[in-house]
């Protein structure tokens, strides 16, 4: 960021001249090039002109245009044209069609740009009567702590009755402050001082760049950088935590499902990533139908995919399981084959009839983002995947110990013959049993097509971590499954920043190899007679 | 670029040289040979092979340079064909299964007696058919950005190397945005690799600290980016502009970029320039929180030319679909194809050697308005473009390099092969020829 202010002063020298000629700042954003457009947008801010934040405003949104003869306009949403200097509506006459660049031409952003615009507008916001605006701009000038806003820092500090708004702006003092060359010393201590007790890591990269100068302002950088990194510390272990929950989130929703077939009924299914990979595809027609047909209600499209997946999933399920999978209960080498084998037939049927290409499913934007929780940043999607697979795996628990499908589903698991002579129709329970592990698991790709890719290749990624889990948790137990889960994202969320992420992977899976030649079925066994058959 | 870097090294400008030498010689020599060569290969047709994953994990890559391949020939066919002679496409497919690559090469070459093979887009399964097309003197026309550090005779290069892509875009944040701070992530096969050794050398020439550079790799198919994501931000936070260099393959770009929008990393904070996304693989995803991300490539969509003009409406025509994008690879095949059929014009026949030895110096007009030109090293001259993302999918070119920018397939800045050149000229005829010893260390033709 330091670096920015000396390119605004390198362009200052180089296009100065330029800018000078006319004093006008608008001809600069007319110029096509984007050293100029960006200068201008800094001069414009500056300048005092009452039409800037607009002229800015419309720059972001992409509606500022240039008529060949450099006259700037602005684009409303409706085609129709406004002066962008004086605000009165302009006819522009349409494009010959053979010379394209006699229409008018839209002022071009890139990165430059987008800086000096986010700075420009936060130091023209500051002083807007909306105390959340005071707080954003509070934050762009803070990132672009360019020394020549001090004045007008200190004008909205003096004025600002808002005690957090003006936390935030004597921070973006501070930052301004270290940046400048010509602040006193004693000025640049208490800015330390004031970045210290922010105390986060954009702090820390403005304490870091004045650390190495000379005398009482470097020494105190540095110490205040050293306590920085203590309280980052900390913070990082608790972030780590919190990723490996939100990863062991994930593996539990994608072997919640295996849990079932595999865990309780015993079916290496290796068909179980595609039913995963079927529910985000779910959720993808789900959202292209709602856009068609019922734009009304398009905000609850995920809430309608849950339940759709679920079902078309589990009968999809079902269906496997009476066509294929019930030859072959008791023969586990041709279990795995078959379903290895359909795995591909579904990837291939997806792949025929959406494409190859990832298809496109939207993020809600309650589900973006993030949110700061002292120094943890907590996001948004990965925090209500937590609490989907909590649902989740409750529901489950709660439809096995508690429904008479569950209770039947026991019943057979436990003792297959004493369940048939009691009346149960052990079939139709298996197929139901593989239908209800099928459709958790079409659930899970809801979950996972906001985080994932949704292609073909979607459930590939996931099959060799759910039995992962499954086999450490514990075959036959939920609760295993949930530990398991957990633990392995923990455990790799620590080991990825030490190791590196491959070979992290690799030394979970060793970790895991070496647990289960000790604890062959896993943390939590089944006891008792179920085991034996 | 800097005044250090010239666009055509020395080296470069020889090369240009003794192409233009050559390009001339075999002129002479092709306009006495080609009517009978003509007369005598009417009838019949010549084969076409396209070797592309139409099914696994890679056939989302892979499947529209088919089509574009089948395009062109269409195309070729309705102007007469060549030497008098129609084309047919034969398309296998190897199913991203690198062992069958190289097995359907040989099926291309041996069976169906393809003039030439138009395929592959991994590293991996390059290498895997480059001994099938050395044994049986086959041509293939590679056409993706590949880690360079290869030049054998049976293979042109129509994609970029490394100086054409991955140097101008770390040259281009240098001096652009300041970047002092670099993180090079990537996918952990020998692509990111081998590019990454290359821009770590790269970048300590130029006098980035050792402690300003921080290596990444991470397994395919990636999906929790989350500790990841966030050591970037930290690494980002040490007071000196920071960019991420990613060579992160394809599909796992989506859930970082995702990841990079959740945290708050903006293009302004922190800057990844790609070398593996394009328009592709940008449309499966919603680009919004992605404006101001760079991509390096040779060619956009959005490059404002006739010939891009006319290239965009024939293939959005020939695939029925007006949503269809256009991407760097599809344009490495026009230039390959049409280079290849300039080639077997020159040369009267699609005898292999002839037409390897006809292919230097064609030069063929590429679709961001100029001319590329096949050099003696089997690469081809490009420009090299810079594109931001913006909203809709596409990119905005914001830097273009002045001229045409020669491919370097031995790296200068790999201390094993700064010494290499391959020169597939007679009387030299070597891959990997040694300039300090004067010796052909690898690839000398038998």
Known sequence: ?533 | MPPDQPIISRRGLGRIGAAAATVAAIGAVSSAASTPAQAQASGGTIKVGILHSLSGTMAISETTLKDVMLMLIEEQNAKGGVLGKKLEAVVVDPASNWPLFAEKARQLISVDKCAAVFGCWTSVSRKSVLPVFEELNGILFYPVQYEGQECSRNVFYTGAAPNQQAIPAVDYLMNENKVKRWVLAGTDYVYPRTTNQILEAYLKTKGVAPEDIMVNYTPFGQSDWQNIVASIKKFGAAGKKTAVVSTINGDANVPFYKELGNQGIKATDIPVVAFSVGEEELAGIDTKPLVGHLAAWNYFESVKTNANTRFIEAWKKFTKNPKRTTNDPMEAHVIGFNMWVKGVQKAGTTDSDAVIDAMIGVSVPNLSGGFSAMMPNHHITKPVLIGEIQGDGQFNIVSQTPGLVVAQEWSPYVEDTKDLIGDWRKPLSCGAFNVKTGTCTAGKKA
């Open chain 1, 1 to 533: 960021m330091v670096r920015f202010v000396f390119l605004i002063f390198f362009s200052l020298v180089m296009f100065g001249a330029i800018a000078r000629a006319d004093d006008d700042p608008l001809a600069g954003l007319a110029s096509g090039n984007y050293d100029q457009v960006a200068q201008a947008v800094t001069d414009l801010s500056q300048s005092g002109n009452p039409r800037a934040a607009t002229i800015i405003t419309a720059l972001q949104n992409s509606q500022l245009y240039y008529l060949p003869d450099k006259t700037l306009v602005i684009k409303a949403a409706d085609g129709s044209y406004t002066n962008a200097a004086t605000g009165e509506a302009v006819t522009v006459p349409p494009a010959d069609d053979d010379d394209p660049d006699s229409g008018p031409q839209q002022v071009r952003l890139n990165n430059n740009v987008r800086i000096a615009m986010d700075a420009a507008m936060g130091s023209l916001q500051l002083m807007d009567p909306d105390p959340a605006t005071r707080l954003s701009a509070a934050g762009a000038v803070f990132t672009a702590h360019n020394p020549a806003v001090i004045s007008v820092l200190d004008k909205a500090i003096a004025k600002e009755t808002n005690a957090s708004v003006k936390t935030a702006m004597e921070q973006a003092r501070a930052a301004a402050v270290l940046s400048s060359d010509g602040a006193t010393e004693d000025d640049k201590l208490a800015a330390i001082a004031t970045l210290r007790a922010r105390g986060d890591q954009d702090s820390r990269g403005l304490l870091q760049g004045v650390a190495n100068q000379p005398g009482k302002v470097g020494a105190a950088a540095t110490a205040a950088v050293t306590s920085i990194d203590h309280i980052l510390q900390l913070w990082s272990i608790a972030q780590s935590v919190y990723y490996g929950i939100s990863l062991g989130s994930v593996l539990l929703l994608a072997a919640a499902g295996l849990a079932i077939t595999f865990g309780v009924m015993g079916v290496i299914n290796m068909a179980h990533g595609e039913m995963v990979m079927l529910g985000a595809y779910v959720t993808f027609v789900v959202q292209q139908f709602m856009r068609a047909y019922l734009p009304g209600i398009y905000g609850a499209n995920l809430i309608i995919a849950v339940p759709l997946a679920f079902l078309f999933t589990g009968f999809v399920g079902v269906v496997i399981e009476r066509s294929l999978i019930r030859w072959l209960y008791g023969r586990p080498l041709e279990t795995l084959l078959a379903t290895w084998g359909l795995s591909l037939v579904l990837q291939q049927a997806v792949r025929s009839i959406f494409g190859p290409n990832n298809r496109d499913v939207d993020t809600p934007a309650w589900m973006s983002g993030a949110t700061q929780l002292g120094g943890l940043t907590l996001t948004w999607n990965r925090m209500y995947i937590i609490l989907f697979a909590i649902i989740v795996v409750a529901a489950l628990m709660a439809a096995l110990r508690f429904t008479s499908l569950g209770l039947r589903m026991r019943a057979v698991t436990q003792n297959r013959r004493m369940a048939a002579a009691m009346g149960i129709r052990t079939p139709w329970i298996d197929a139901l049993t593989f239908g209800l592990g099928s459709g958790v698991a079409g659930m899970a790709g809801v979950a996972l097509s906001q985080i994932d890719n949704v292609s073909p290749n979607l459930g590939q990624g996931y099959i060799i971590d759910s039995f992962m889990v499954v086999v450490f948790g514990g075959v036959g137990n939920l609760w295993g499954t949930t530990v398991g889960a957990l633990t392995l994202g923990i455990v790799n969320k620590f080991l990825e920043p030490i190791a590196g992420a491959v070979l992290g992977k690799i030394v979970v899976l060793v970790l895991l190899i070496l647990f289960v030649q000790r604890n062959p079925r896993g943390m939590f066994p089944l006891k008792g007679r179920a085991v034996e058959t």
